[in-house]
Each structure stands twice: as structure tokens, then as C-alpha cells.
């Protein structure tokens, strides 16, 4: 017969089974979270391919109709960002960075929600369609973070670092989901987004990041973002690909950032004031300005850069330097609109537009080695993340063999970038944004009298 339980015993049994409950709740909720994360990055995807699919009918029907389609998307595009999605303009991961060094929920509460989560998306497949030169990659971090954010805040999470991870956890799932690259999530999450590796998230991190890599996985199969490339680059004499690919991308690379840091802070003279008064009508300019580069290059400007980027790679395709020149410009055009768009994936079309110029220079390396090293230093030199530049290009291509040789050209590239840029792009542009946040908010209401202090009363 067995013993009769104490009312003591009784209770702490209950109160256990209601923390298991409790544990258990939370994590459900978090998987799925991350599942939705990795539903939303391929629906995401999907779109933006068939925005860009749209802008190729339009350009084969008449390619002078971008001068109508490209001003008025991003006059459209900047209109409802500021007056419907406000925090949902530029990459996303700025904001994304600044939600984690913020100390008022309040405010994070703002930024991460489902609806700028909404606007970032269809915004930015707006910004694809009139054939801005953006990409998809980094607002999928925001909205990641957001779809996580919005998971804690179900949840009635308290703590400031369980909050904190969950945001850390959908940057990652976001970038493991956008690109089918779970490692390097994990690698950007800890040295982007983080600057740290927590012991405390780094669970629910790794969990989001193989949650929402496998859903993607099951929708549209196992995939490489750039394919499959067997190329290497043995040491010696090949190894001048390295140094002519860091040096020269981390010029282009630190040049990029310091003029969007720059221009962020606000552009010089009639063409700021312009800007700051009539910020829509600024966007059409920017527009006009794309829509004549895009004409004027016979379309190679809009867009991703994916497919060129993707032939480059493959061989299929030989540009001359006007395209990373053009596309190197185009891009700060389209960030300096101020729609939402992102910047990974103009970035590494221009690193493999360049690596496909440098590569007729080199010819003891072989040709498509110098593409996948021109575009991890631009890349590097622009995100001055050298790891995860390293490990994106690494795993877009399937290929462990230029391994060494990407780790080299990407620091070299960082190096180089920081002589010219002294601030890392995303968090000068997390701090741009938390002043803004702050000039945004009301004076803090002045603290309560305690009564013993309280002045008497006469």
C-alpha cells in the first residue's frame, strides 16, 4: 500500500508539474515560431522572384516604361513606409540590431510587430519590382526577429536577456531561412547581430536556426543559393588572387559603407534639404536616376543582381567593369530612397561582377576561384563581418575547398575596409537609427516622491 503524500509534498508535485507545463508551453510556441519564420522567408522568396519576373515582362514589352514604373514604386514605397510602416524602411538589420541594445520594450514592442513585419515585405517586393537595386536577404532578418519578438511578448516573457534571445534567435533563422545557410546564421547572429555568444540564447538560437532551415528545406527543397562550384585555390602563385581580391575589395567594399554611413547622417547641400522636405518626391528622383542607369545598361542594374551574380559564377556570362560600377551605384541610389530593401545580395552581385573583371588579370588562378573571392571581399569590406562573409559564400556555393582561401581575402578585405570605414555599416546605422528612436520619444515622466520625502503638507 502506498503511503499517503504530505500536503507539503502534495504542493511542491503541483508546483513542478506547473513549471514542466510552463517549459513546455514556452518551447512549443518558440518551435513554432520558427517554423512560421522559415514559412515566411520561402513565401518571401517566392514573391520577390515573381516581382522580378514581372519587371522582365515589362522590360521586354518596353523598356522605357521603367521611367514611369521605377520612380512611382519607390514614390509609393517611400509614402507608405512613412506613413503606414514607419521603422520598416532600409535593410532591417539595423533595427534589428538596435531592439537588442534598447532598454524600453515599449519601443521594441514598436519595431518588431507583425504589421512592419508585413510592410517590409511587400514593401520590399515593391522596391523589386519598379527594379530597385535591393535584396530580400536582410529585411527576412527583421522580420524574423519580429515573428520571434511577437512569440515572446505571447508568452508574457519578463526576463530582459529571453527576450533579447528570441530576437537574436529570429536575426539567425531569418538569415539560415533567406539564404539556406544554417551555419552562417549562426555565425552572423553571434558576430553581427550579438557581438557576443551568450550561453543563455544560444540554445534557443540554434533551435530557431535548424527549425526554420529544415521547414525551408521541406518546401523548396535542399538547395545551394549560387549552385555548386568545384573550383580551388592551391597555395603559391594562385594566392595573388587574395591579395589583388582583398586589397582592391576592400576598398570598394570600406568606399560603399562610408558613403551610406554618411549619407544616412544627411546628404550635403540643396540635394539634403530636398530630401529631409520632400522626402516622396526624393524617392521618385532616386527613380528617374534608376530607371536611366537600368536603360542605360540594358537592365542589368535592377534588381538582386541574383542571375548575373549566378552567371558570373558559373561561367555563363562575362561583364565588362561597368556592371559592379553601375551596380555599385545603383545600390546607394536605392538605400539613399529610403524604401525598404536590403543590401546582401546587391552586394555580392557586385563582389562577383567584380571578381569576374579582376579574373582576366589572373590567370594562374582559375577564373571562377577569383569570382568567389572578389565577392567574399567586397562583401566582407561592406559588412566588416569577415566570419560570416566567409562561411555565407562558402556554403551558397557548396564548396569547402576555397575555404582557406575566403578566410584570407575576407580579413584581408575587413582590414582594408576599416582603414577607409572606421565603423562597422550595420551598427553605425543602429546607432543612426536609435537616435532617431530617441529624438522620437517623450521626456521620461519625472520619478515618484517617496511619502517620507514628500514636503509637508501646510
Known amino acids: 500500500m502506498k503511503p499517503d503524500l504530505t500536503p507539503a509534498r502534495r504542493r511542491h508535485l503541483r508546483r513542478s508539474a506547473r513549471i514542466t507545463t510552463e517549459q513546455w508551453r514556452r518551447k512549443l510556441a518558440c518551435w513554432t515560431a520558427a517554423i512560421a519564420v522559415g514559412i515566411v522567408a520561402v513565401v518571401f522568396a517566392l514573391a520577390a522572384d515573381r516581382a522580378a519576373a514581372i519587371r522582365t ?17 519607390l514614390a509609393l514605397s517611400s509614402w507608405l513606409t512613412r506613413t503606414w510602416f514607419r521603422g520598416a524602411q532600409g535593410s532591417g538589420i539595423p533595427q534589428t540590431i538596435a531592439t537588442l541594445n534598447l532598454t524600453n520594450f515599449a519601443v521594441v514592442d514598436r519595431l518588431l510587430t507583425l504589421r512592419i513585419a508585413f510592410g517590409k515585405i511587400a514593401l520590399t517586393t515593391l522596391g523589386l519590382l519598379a527594379g530597385a537595386s535591393i535584396g530580400r536577404e536582410g529585411p527576412t532578418v527583421q522580420v ?69 532551415g529544415v521547414t525551408a528545406i521541406a518546401l523548396v527543397g535542399n538547395y545551394t543559393y549560387f549552385g555548386h562550384t568545384d573550383v580551388s585555390v ?33 546628404l550635403p547641400g ?27 545598361s540594358d537592365g542589368i542594374t535592377y534588381g538582386t543582381g541574383y542571375y548575373q551574380a549566378h552567371a558570373i ?25 529610403g524604401i525598404p530593401g536590403g543590401l546582401f545580395a546587391p552586394s555580392l552581385a557586385i563582389g562577383a561582377g567584380f571578381g569576374g573583371w579582376v579574373a582576366q588579370f589572373l590567370p ?95
Open 270 to 296: 540643396a540635394l539634403g534639404r530636398f530630401a529631409k522636405s520632400h522626402p516622396v518626391a526624393f524617392a521618385a528622383t532616386c527613380g528617374l536616376m534608376l530607371a536611366i542607369l537600368g536603360i542605360a
Open 144 to 212: 524574423g526577429a519580429a515573428i520571434m519578438h511577437t512569440c515572446g511578448r505571447w508568452l508574457n516573457l519578463s526576463t530582459v536577456s529571453m527576450r533579447r534571445g528570441l530576437i537574436l534567435a529570429g536575426g539567425a533563422s531569418g538569415v539560415a531561412a533567406a539564404f539556406n545557410t544554417p551555419l552562417a546564421g549562426i555565425v552572423f547572429a553571434i558576430e553581427e547581430l550579438s557581438h557576443s555568444f551568450e550561453q543563455r540564447t544560444s540554445g534557443t538560437m540554434l533551435t530557431g536556426v535548424i527549425l526554420s
Open 364 to 458: 594562374h588562378t582559375t577564373p571562377g576561384a577569383v569570382v568567389l573571392l572578389g565577392m567574399v571581399g567586397y562583401f566582407s569590406a561592406v559588412v566588416q563581418s569577415p566570419l560570416t562573409a566567409s562561411v555565407i559564400v562558402m556554403e551558397m556555393c557548396d564548396n569547402q575547398e576555397v575555404t582557406l582561401a575566403l578566410l584570407a581575402t575576407a580579413f584581408l578585405a575587413y582590414g582594408v575596409s576599416r582603414m577607409i570605414c572606421h565603423h562597422s555599416l550595420y551598427s553605425a546605422l543602429a546607432e543612426s537609427f536609435l537616435g532617431g528612436v530617441a529624438k522620437q520619444q517623450p521626456p521620461a515622466p519625472p520619478a515618484p516622491v517617496a511619502p517620507e520625502q514628500a514636503a509637508p503638507t501646510r
Open 234 to 266: 592551391p597555395i603559391g602563385i594562385s594566392w595573388i588572387a587574395v591579395l589583388t581580391c582583398g586589397i582592391l575589395g576592400g576598398v570598394g567594399g570600406g568606399v560603399f559603407s562610408a558613403i551610406l554611413i554618411r549619407a544616412t547622417a544627411g
Open 313 to 337: 559564377i558559373d561561367g555563363q556570362a562575362h561583364y565588362p567593369a561597368s556592371f559592379f560600377i553601375l551596380k555599385f551605384i545603383a545600390t546607394i541610389i536605392s538605400y539613399c530612397s
Open 57 to 73: 515582362h515589362l522590360i521586354a514589352w518596353n523598356p522605357w516604361v521603367m521611367l514611369i514604373v521605377t520612380p512611382g514604386g
